[in-house]
């Protein structure tokens, strides 16, 4: 004869270990943001401090950067995903730390060029806990008309392209999209149209 437990107490039961991994869940996701952001600042290099880059959701400009480049509103709800931390990368020595706190930690990394992502695939993870590598910072298109070649950053616009190759020629251009503020980034990685 097995014994059973009153409803009541069941549902206590059940009540209080829904709030014990919710609490735990909530440390976890904590310690998570701590453990990476210790992580970026152990790995850049002092000459180029990565403190100012890094936002959490405790940081009061979290939601704002966040929400600059989501172009999709479907993304931007309260039941969302958010990523436990965003790095506003600012030299090259960032991004490198980013890869290797990403693997060191399992942490799973999306990358934003701040463009068109209207799949929230640069913003949006089910793998938890994420964070976000944002480019928006590398905007630098160089152009060497001799050579032929044009050095473009991560977190430039086709727009900033056609601008810089027009700037230095009136005969160069550049094939990509037709929509100026898509992010070379994604579109030269195999994005859009």
């Known amino acids: 004869m097995g ?7 069941t549902l206590y039961i059940f009540s209080f270990l829904a709030l014990f991994i919710a609490s735990f869940s909530s440390h976890s996701q904590a310690f998570a943001n701590e453990t990476l952001a210790q992580c970026l600042i152990d790995h850049s290099q002092p000459s180029h401090p990565i403190t100012s880059s ?17 172009r999709n509103l479907r993304f ?37 060029s701040g463009g068109h992502d209207y799949e929230g695939i640069s913003y949006v993870s089910i793998s938890l806990p994420f964070f976000i590598l944002d480019m928006l910072n590398f905007r ?8 032929e070649t ?6 430039a616009t086709l727009g900033e ?26 579109h030269f990685s195999g994005g859009g149209v």
Not at 140 to 147: G, K, L, T
């Open 3 to 9: 014994t059973s437990f009153p409803k009541s107490k």
């Open 54 to 70: 890094i936002y959490t959701p405790t940081n009061s400009s979290f939601s704002f950067v966040l929400q600059s480049y989501i």
């Open 76 to 112: 931007n709800t309260s039941s969302t995903p958010k990523p436990a931390l965003i790095l506003t990368a600012l030299h090259e020595s960032h991004v490198q730390a980013a890869i290797i706190c990403a693997r060191k930690l399992s942490v799973e990394m999306k990358i934003r």
């Open 140 to 147: 630098s298109v160089d152009v060497d008309i001799e050579a």
């Open 150 to 155: 044009a050095w473009v950053q991560a977190g």
């Open 161 to 186: 392209v056609y601008y810089g190759i027009a700037a230095t020629s009136k005969v160069h251009g550049f094939p990509a999209g037709v929509c100026p503020t898509v992010g070379v980034g994604g």
